[in-house]
């Protein structure tokens, strides 16, 4: 992802509302590790929409959030939960590019971008309360577009900057060695000094 995630499944609220169950939100990755096999070959090199540059390959992500039935704790509305945030590849490469680890390894932070905001957004998601369905309905909207959007286009913008689209070994490596760390950490909620 670069500018935005394209969503799978749009998270609406079902009518139907469920007794508080004190489970949480979660954030899972598939594939965890992108191959080649997960992009999409093209004909042309790509233009990144962030910068408007041609690029040999480019990642974003989507995600699925099932739409389940909201719940009601105390006055307040909440979230239906059990229920996991999936991350998926939406990833393309120019078919005349060497397809080199050096470059996948670059546009697996991409993917990995995605995930680490998914886990913040989880969080944030599974404390979220709200007066009525509307306030809540309006809340999920700005917590997707708050994370997926604004927050994880800042970072992609700021990691593509930073490496030269990965051609800077050194910046790829501080890009890489503190998604590392983020991943290592699933409470992180800052990479670089960036909010997810």
Not at 83 to 97: E, G, K, L, R, W
Not at 173 to 193: F, N, Q, T, Y
């Amino acid at each position: 992802m670069k500018d935005g995630a394209r969503i799978s499944a749009a998270p609406l609220l079902s009518t139907g509302l469920e007794e508080e169950s004190g489970m949480a939100i979660t954030a899972v990755i598939d594939p965890e590790d992108l191959t080649w096999d997960d992009f999409d070959v093209t004909p042309d090199r790509i233009l990144d929409p962030a910068d408007g540059t041609l690029v040999d390959a480019f990642t974003r992500f989507d995600f699925d959030f099932p739409d389940l039935a909201p719940r009601k704790i105390g006055n307040e509305f909440a979230l239906g939960d059990p229920n996991v945030i999936t991350i998926s590849p939406n990833a393309q490469v120019f078919a005349d590019v060497l397809q080199t680890d050096q470059l996948l390894s670059h546009e697996q932070l991409h993917y990995d971008v995605g995930f680490v905001t998914a886990r913040a957004l989880a969080r944030e998601l599974t404390r979220l309360r709200a007066p009525n369905l509307a306030a809540l309905r309006s809340a999920l909207r700005d917590a997707f577009q708050l994370h997926f959007t604004t927050r994880a286009g800042l970072i992609q913008r700021r990691y593509d900057k930073d490496t030269n689209h990965g051609t800077i070994a050194k910046y790829q490596k501080m890009w890489k060695d503190s998604m590392a760390g983020c991943l290592a950490h699933e409470r992180a909620d800052h990479l670089l000094g960036w909010w997810l």
